[in-house]
């Protein structure tokens, strides 16, 4: 999964973080004042560093923090789009960035060293928070933006089989051996948590025959044209509103939580209480919906990141032109 990182790259990240992108950055000069958060400008006075990783949804993530600061009256650093998970997290754990939205079950997980994920998203969120603070890091409430794996389908075939939940494609399997074929990356393939997990979890046994291994972007194509039944999906992915594919629930609550929230560091938080409130209804307004809306915005129009949040921030009320 894209969240994750291998223990050589985390190790060469820690021991170097300069070549990670961690000491660069450029002013953000966007011209917004305060709109439905911000008023007041709480935030005048503070020089504060954003960060995030490389992917789409990170990049319009930093870029949505960002923004909000400078309509709060902060000068803002932009250092988003480091490479890996792990460099992410040690700039604003080191000082070299101040906030970042993060994921809830890249938090537990991989930073934290948990194999099972806790089913529960606000106990997951509040397990994270406990164990973070300890770590100089404060979570604040997160959205219900969850970017985990999901198994989706076309139209034609959603018509033709009706499945809208996992265990229905569980029975589907059972009864018709032939109708599940699936798309997936090598790596959902032979994880815990991804394919044979999910095997074990929901009483699958889909033969060998019946999978088919390719790359990520590969995958939304062929299950958009049905090559296979049923493609391994990213939940907020802007393929699957552009695609029009139909996502199946998971019903069991196999697949872990990874719900953005912002992860701010806990000594910039204490001299700047107020980028909790500045930040908070933005979160809350962010969704799995929203976020396919917006990544589809850069990865099928061609957009550029920054601007994506930018018109989302106006279009929402949050900022105003300056």
């Given at each position: 999964m894209r969240r994750r990182t291998c223990l050589a790259l985390a190790a060469v990240l820690l021991a170097a973080p300069a070549g990670c992108g961690l000491t660069s950055g450029s002013p953000m000069v966007d011209d917004v004042?305060?709109?439905?958060?911000?008023?007041?400008?709480?935030l005048e006075g503070a020089d504060l560093t954003v960060t995030s990783k490389e992917f789409t949804e990170q990049l319009v993530l930093g870029a949505i923090m960002g923004i909000a600061f400078e309509a709060a009256g902060a000068?803002?650093?932009?250092?988003?789009?480091?490479?890996?998970?792990?460099?992410?997290?040690?700039?604003?754990?080191?000082?070299?960035?101040?906030?970042?939205?993060?994921?809830?079950?890249?938090?537990?997980?991989?930073?934290?060293?948990?194999s099972k994920p806790i089913p529960d998203p606000e106990q997951q969120w509040k397990a994270v928070k406990e164990a973070d603070a300890k770590k100089g890091l404060t979570w604040l409430p997160p959205a219900r933006l969850?970017?985990?794996?999901?198994?989706?389908?076309?139209q034609?075939?959603?018509?033709?089989?009706?499945?809208?939940?996992?265990?229905?494609v569980t029975a589907l399997s059972k009864s018709d051996p032939g109708a599940v074929t699936l798309c997936v990356e090598g790596e959902f393939a032979n994880r815990a948590d991804g394919l044979p997990g999910l095997e074990k979890a929901y009483g699958m046994d889909i033969p060998a025959r019946n999978i088919t291994q390719m790359?990520?972007?590969?995958?939304?194509?062929?299950?958009?044209?049905?090559?296979?039944?049923?493609?391994?999906?990213?939940?907020?992915?802007?393929?699957?509103?552009?695609?029009?594919?139909?996502?199946?629930?998971?019903?069991?609550?196999f697949f872990p939580n990874y719900n953005a929230a912002p992860m701010v560091r806990t000594a910039t938080l204490k001299k700047w209480p107020a980028i909790a409130s500045v930040l908070d209804p933005v979160t809350r307004a962010l969704t799995n919906d929203v976020a396919q809306t917006l990544n589809a915005k850069v990865?099928?129009?061609g957009e550029d990141p920054h601007q994506v949040a930018l018109d989302w921030m106006k279009e929402r009320g949050f900022v105003k032109e300056g």
């Amino acid at each position: 999964m894209r969240r994750r990182t291998c223990l050589a790259l985390a190790a060469v990240l820690l021991a170097a973080p300069a070549g990670c992108g961690l000491t660069s950055g450029s002013p953000m000069v966007d011209d917004v004042e305060p709109g439905s958060i911000g008023k007041g400008k709480p935030l005048e006075g503070a020089d504060l560093t954003v960060t995030s990783k490389e992917f789409t949804e990170q990049l319009v993530l930093g870029a949505i923090m960002g923004i909000a600061f400078e309509a709060a009256g902060a000068e803002v650093l932009d250092r988003t789009g480091i490479q890996g998970s792990v460099g992410t997290r040690a700039a604003v754990e080191n000082g070299d960035a101040d906030a970042t939205y993060e994921y809830t079950g890249t938090a537990w997980i991989t930073y934290l060293g948990h194999s099972k994920p806790i089913p529960d998203p606000e106990q997951q969120w509040k397990a994270v928070k406990e164990a973070d603070a300890k770590k100089g890091l404060t979570w604040l409430p997160p959205a219900r933006l969850n970017n985990t794996y999901a198994l989706a389908m076309n139209q034609a075939n959603y018509k033709k089989y009706r499945t809208k939940t996992l265990s229905e494609v569980t029975a589907l399997s059972k009864s018709d051996p032939g109708a599940v074929t699936l798309c997936v990356e090598g790596e959902f393939a032979n994880r815990a948590d991804g394919l044979p997990g999910l095997e074990k979890a929901y009483g699958m046994d889909i033969p060998a025959r019946n999978i088919t291994q390719m790359d990520t972007g590969i995958i939304y194509t062929q299950t958009a044209k049905g090559a296979c039944t049923y493609g391994e999906v990213y939940t907020t992915d802007g393929r699957i509103k552009s695609m029009n594919l139909v996502v199946m629930e998971d019903d069991k609550k196999f697949f872990p939580n990874y719900n953005a929230a912002p992860m701010v560091r806990t000594a910039t938080l204490k001299k700047w209480p107020a980028i909790a409130s500045v930040l908070d209804p933005v979160t809350r307004a962010l969704t799995n919906d929203v976020a396919q809306t917006l990544n589809a915005k850069v990865d099928v129009d061609g957009e550029d990141p920054h601007q994506v949040a930018l018109d989302w921030m106006k279009e929402r009320g949050f900022v105003k032109e300056g």
